[in-house]
């Protein structure tokens, strides 16, 4: 499965940003798709995901504000992104896995990486 991620650039806070990932390859495979981060000097870490049946998972500090959909005839996920924060600020990589359930609990890591896509949110 190869990942081609779109979307990210340089917003204000307060604002809003979408990022779409379009999936390819062996795609009947997909069962989770998903999004993970990584902020400059600090560790990669989960944000959302969403299994087949629509199921959606968020880290505590981006519910309410971010909001993961997908679109499994076009094999794409988006998460749309508002109130942005300077914390935001990150690489975002869209995933697939097998379990959005188990990627939300960190127990189970994540099967295929996109390239990743920056968001830069200024104060």
């Known amino acids: 499965v190869q990942l081609q991620a779109y979307g990210g650039g340089l917003v204000q806070a307060g604002g809003s940003l979408r990022l779409s990932c379009v999936a390819s390859?062996?795609?009947?495979?997909?069962?989770?798709m998903g999004w993970y981060r990584q902020a400059p000097g600090k560790e990669r870490e989960f944000v959302a995901a969403?299994?087949?049946?629509?199921?959606?998972y968020y880290t505590d500090s981006v519910k309410g504000r971010f909001t993961i959909s997908r679109d499994n005839a076009k094999n794409t996920v988006y998460l749309q992104m508002n109130s942005l924060k300077p914390e935001d600020t990150a690489v975002h990589y869209c995933?697939?896995?097998?379990?959005?359930?188990?990627?939300?609990?960190?127990?189970?890591?994540?099967?295929?990486w996109g390239q990743g896509t920056l968001v830069t949110v200024s104060s």
């Open positions: 995933v697939v896995g097998s379990s959005a359930y188990d990627m939300k609990r960190g127990t189970a890591y994540p099967e295929y």
């Open positions: 969403i299994s087949w049946s629509g199921a959606t």
């Open positions: 390859g062996n795609t009947f495979s997909i069962n989770a």
